[in-house]
Nanobody
Framework: QVQLVESGGGLVQAGGSLRLSCAAS????????MGWFRQAPGKEREFVAA????????YYADSVKGRFTISRDNAKNTMYLQMNSLKPEDTAVYSC?????????????????WGQGTQVTVSS
């Protein structure tokens, strides 16, 4: 069982930045991928970014590439999402998730543990 807790959401103006954190309750094993998803009101949850815990290679949705950076701190069992140049369309509840294995996944059903989410609101 892995418990994930997100933090760092809030209200920011367009063009601003936020950093989200996702703390895991136990050591995240090397054969894992951690991901960020988001869900805007009235829309389906969508993939944002993912990182392989071992090695740190990353994968991004086209909509955030060049603006968002995913990273992790092994010692703290924590993953981060640095979000820059935020746009109103980035407004959503952001959730982190765990996937067993080393393949990147972009579908919700590929992840087995989820955090409760944190709200990010970008005003125009």
């Amino acid at each position: 069982q892995v418990q994930l807790v997100e933090s760092g959401g809030g209200l920011v103006q367009a063009g601003g930045s936020l950093r989200l954190s996702c703390a895991a309750s136990r050591r995240t094993f090397s054969s894992s991928v951690m991901g960020w998803f988001r869900q805007a009101p009235g829309k389906e949850r969508e993939f944002v970014a993912a990182i392989r815990w071992s090695g740190g290679s990353t994968y991004y949705a086209d909509s955030v590439k060049g603006r968002f950076t995913i990273s992790r701190d092994n010692a703290k069992n924590t993953m981060y999402l640095q979000m820059n140049s935020l746009k109103p369309e980035d407004t959503a509840v952001y959730s982190c998730a765990h996937r067993q294995g080393v393949l990147f996944g972009v579908r919700v059903e590929e992840y087995d543990y989820w955090g409760q989410g944190t709200q990010v609101t970008v005003s125009s």
